[in-house]
Nanobody
């Protein structure tokens, strides 16, 4: 399974960006997809997650500004980021929790995309 993310870039504070991610490979189901981010000198943190049932989870700092959506039939997830702040500057990583493996030993596996840089200037 591979995750391909796109949509990062440079934007001024108050602006918007949309990140997209598509999973490809041997996929018969998706438990959840989402986005993490890592700012310089900081640990990677969860930004937003959405499950196959549509349940969402956001880190407090992005609530009301970011919206995650998914189309698991197309194995895609998107993150609409509005009212961006300089503190949102980070490398954003697409994440997916996907059942994988042979039929007799299927396990939930965490997959990561390559990361896309979001820079918000003040």
């Amino acid at each position: 399974v591979q995750l391909q993310a796109s949509g990062g870039g440079l934007v001024q504070a108050g602006g918007s960006l949309r990140l997209s991610c598509q999973a490809s490979g041997s996929i018969f189901a998706i438990n959840a997809m989402g986005w993490y981010r890592q700012a310089p000198g900081k640990e990677r943190e969860l930004v937003a997650l959405i499950t196959s049932s549509g349940t969402t989870n956001y880190t407090d700092s992005v609530k009301g500004r970011f919206t995650i959506s998914r189309d698991f039939a197309k194995t895609t997830v998107a993150l609409q980021m509005n009212s961006l702040k300089p503190e949102d500057t980070a490398v954003y990583y697409c994440y997916a929790d996907i059942p994988s493996g042979p039929w007799y030993r299927i396990r939930n596996v965490d997959y990561w995309g390559q990361g896309t840089l979001v820079t918000v200037s003040s």
